[in-house]
């Protein structure tokens, strides 16, 4: 069956440092990834999504990166934490047909001080 | 924007009420999602409803789409505390490969 892992589950930083938040899928080859962003008792805006390795599609400008490594490997990142980059951050696959289900790992809660 | 609402934003009822949440949206979709997220966990997949369909049930939870009216609403009958939770609806538009997801109903279920 296939499971998805992201770390860590919480995380408070300072403003002005790196971040990276990683995320792996096992049981499955060649899926879909997503990087979604979640303000508290918000909704989710979505930041990121890869189809393939090395290929990377950003939703919105902002301070923060992406990159995917491996099939199965997908990295947030960013040099310099400000304060707005605070949030529940949250990772999720789906097979490659358009617009298919997601699923979602557990989240990281970033606290940006 | 392409983001719709739910409504209502949030919602208490006693346990064995039906709660019913609704969900608008504003461009041509190819499915509607709904999804589940109990506090500070990622979010659960709970149904899938294509546009060419107007209903689908799984176990205590109907789906309901009206494409004419750009809404959907999910049905939880029999609710229990363990329900308590946000839903969360998600768009899937054709020639986009991500979903979008609404601001979500926070569902309280008082045993």
């Known amino acids: 069956s296939q499971t998805i892992h992201q770390w860590p589950a919480t995380l408070v930083q300072p403003v002005g440092s790196p971040l990276s938040l990683e995320c792996t899928v096992e049981?499955?080859?060649?899926?879909?990834l997503y990087w979604y962003r979640q303000a508290a008792g918000r909704g989710l805006q979505l930041l990121f999504y890869?189809?393939?390795?090395?290929?990377i599609s950003s939703e919105v400008p902002q301070n923060l990166s992406a990159s995917r490594p491996q099939d199965r490997q997908f990295i947030l990142s960013s040099k310099k934490l400000l304060l707005s980059d605070s949030g529940f951050y949250l990772c999720a696959w789906s097979v490659k047909r358009e617009s298919e289900k997601l699923f979602f790992g557990s989240g990281t809660q970033l606290s940006v001080l | 924007s392409q983001q719709g609402e739910e409504d209502p934003q949030a919602l208490s009822i006693q346990e064995g009420e039906n709660a019913t949440m609704n969900c608008s949206y504003k461009?041509?979709?190819?499915?509607l999602q709904w999804y589940r997220q109990n506090s500070g966990r990622g979010l659960v997949h709970l149904i899938l409803i294509r546009s060419n369909e107007r209903e689908k049930h799984s176990g205590r939870l109907r789906v309901t789409l009206d494409t004419s009216k750009k809404s959907s609403s999910l049905l939880i009958t029999a609710s229990r505390a363990a329900d308590t939770a946000s839903y969360f609806c998600?768009?899937?538009?054709?020639?986009?490969?991500?979903?979008?997801f609404g601001s979500g109903t926070r569902l309280q279920v008082q045993p």
């Open positions: 890869s189809v393939g390795i090395g290929q």
């Open positions: 461009t041509s979709i190819n499915n």
């Open positions: 049981g499955t080859s060649n899926p879909n």
């Open positions: 998600a768009r899937g538009v054709t020639g986009r490969r991500a979903l979008t």
